[in-house]
């Protein structure tokens, strides 16, 4: 009974090293902004966003908003839009503006971001955040880009945005635009629906519920919102503006704006 000679050849299946090597440095930059988009979209992340309710509170007082179906309308309604065609436009032209810099497209992103947000808390609520948002670029990073973006902003007075900024930290981090954007999706709603469970009787469950459903719509809107020109971004709620315009006046308050 004979069998077959041993070669002693070992047959591997695995990527070549250089190969392997080039693999390992992708998954690492990935890693790297992957935890910094994380980081940045945290509640513990000092933004201030925890202090705002994005035109909720005041839906609440007035009754408009008043249970878990009436606040997923106001989502669907309300936040999804603003999304599509106010903050991911903007970001994802400022991401785009970002990596030359192309300062005087920064600068009229900065008004016209400003300029879209028609209640006065609005304004004051991306000014804040993204402020806050660019120092800590520029603090917990030490980037140049971060400070000569806050630099240019002071010194020619742009007001601060948001969505810029969370354009910025996109690319102080090397993350991809549609990255970036899912981020600012995130955000948004986990911030909205966060700031819902304090003032109405939603539980975990339900707001988390609420958001799922809610993501489910992101990838789609991000998709338009990247193709977006900038004479086509804007969009109007005179019931939400109405309703901030009041909250700034309220006799109590819990959030912001």
Not at 100 to 129: G, Y
Not at 172 to 191: C, R, T
Request: net charge neutral; with cysteine; proline share 5%.
């Amino acid at each position: 009974m004979s069998s077959a000679p041993a070669t002693g050849i070992k047959k591997w299946h695995g990527r070549p090293a250089r190969e392997s090597k080039a693999h390992g440095q992708d998954a690492r930059a990935t890693s790297a902004w992957l935890l910094g988009l994380l980081q940045a979209g945290d509640s513990f992340y000092p933004t201030g966003s925890y202090a705002h309710s994005f035109g909720l509170e005041p839906l609440v007082q007035e009754g408009v908003v008043r249970d878990r179906e009436t606040l997923r309308r106001f989502i669907f309604q309300s936040t999804l839009p603003a999304l599509r065609h106010v903050e991911l436009p903007l970001a994802a032209h400022a991401w785009r503006a970002f990596e030359t810099p192309d300062w005087p497209r920064l600068s009229e992103l900065c008004v016209l971001s400003s300029a879209l947000k028609t209640a006065r808390e609005a304004r004051l609520a991306s000014e804040n955040i993204g402020r806050q948002r660019a120092e800590l670029m520029a603090t917990l990073r030490g980037h140049e880009l971060a400070r000569e973006f806050l630099r240019r902003a002071a010194a020619e007075n742009w007001p601060h945005a948001a969505a810029i900024s969370a354009a910025l930290e996109g690319r102080v981090l090397g993350a991809p635009l549609p990255a970036v954007l899912a981020g600012i999706s995130y955000a948004m709603l986990s911030s909205l629906l966060s700031a819902a469970m304090k003032i109405l009787r939603l539980g975990q469950n339900a707001a988390q519920s609420l958001l799922t459903e809610a993501l489910t719509a992101v990838p789609e809107i991000i998709a338009s919102a990247e193709l977006t020109p900038v004479s086509e971004i804007g969009w109007f709620n005179p019931w939400l503006d109405i309703a901030a315009a009041r909250h700034e006046s309220a006799d109590a308050r819990m959030f912001i704006s």
